[in-house]
T-cell receptor
Framework: DTAVSQTPKYLVTQMGNDKSIKCEQNLGHDTMYWYKQDSKKFLKIMFSYNNKELIINETVPNRFSPKSPDKAHLNLHINSLELGDSAVYFC???????????????FGNGTRLTVT | RKEVEQDPGPFNVPEGATVAFNCTYSNSASQSFFWYRQDCRKEPKLLMSVYSSGNEDGRFTAQLNRASQYISLLIRDSKLSDSATYLCVMLPTGTASKLTFGTGTRLQVTL
């Protein structure tokens, strides 16, 4: 039973193309995220949605557009791909519990994007 | 200054050794702290939360020093399977779920 699943696992595409990555979680969590891990292994948050509402939107080019059709899904669409977009993109989810901050993130197994 | 800083390593230790990593953070208002583990080409997974009083989980001990703004992870009796990258993670106060990750410390346990 995969808790957080994202597809595809590998994505190789040319500069200028548009691509999407899909993410689904079956944990019943109300918050989902997209993280980017670059070649230096630095893991940085891009977006966060809570119950389909955008709550975190870091300084990310507007070529990146997240979409959350329901709280179990958070997709990432990228327009006009650039070489610098090559990275591993991780989807994650968590259950926010009011008054506590210890809700762990559950990550998907990542999408390795290579832009040529 | 980075929000979370870690020695990237690698730390090469023999099986059975005790190894410790530190992680410093710059935001004194940071709320919560965690250690995550990431195996090569895999996703990060929560290893343990870090509590103010320090906490232990089997061979792993986590400590928080708010005065000096660092957290530590101690691994006793290292196993080959402990080889991984250990990510220090903090949650700043009032940032609505914005966990901040360090770049990780790589541990290699050898025979």
């Amino acid at each position: 039973d995969t808790a957080v699943s994202q597809t595809p696992k590998y994505l190789v595409t040319q500069m200028g193309n548009d691509k999407s990555i899909k993410c689904e979680q079956n944990l019943g969590h109300d918050t989902m995220y997209w993280y980017k891990q670059d070649s230096k292994k630095f893991l940085k948050i891009m977006f966060s949605y809570n119950n389909k509402e955008l709550i975190i939107n870091e300084t990310v080019p507007n070529r990146f557009s997240p979409k959350s059709p329901d709280k179990a899904h958070l997709n990432l669409h990228i327009n006009s791909l650039e070489l610098g977009d090559s990275a591993v993109y991780f989807c994650a989810s968590s259950q926010e519990v009011e008054g506590t901050y210890n809700s762990p993130l559950h990550f998907g197994n990542g999408t390795r994007l290579t832009v040529t | 200054r980075k929000e979370v800083e870690q020695d990237p390593g690698p730390f090469n230790v023999p099986e059975g050794a005790t190894v410790a990593f530190n992680c410093t953070y710059s935001n004194s208002a940071s709320q919560s702290f965690f250690w995550y583990r990431q195996d090569c080409r895999k996703e990060p997974k929560l290893l343990m939360s870090v509590y103010s009083s320090g906490n232990e989980d089997g061979r792993f001990t986590a400590q928080l020093n708010r005065a000096s703004q660092y957290i530590s992870l101690l691994i006793r009796d290292s196993k080959l399977s402990d080889s991984a990258t250990y990510l220090c993670v903090m949650l700043p106060t009032g940032t609505a779920s914005k966990l901040t990750f360090g770049t990780g410390t790589r541990l290699q346990v050898t025979l």
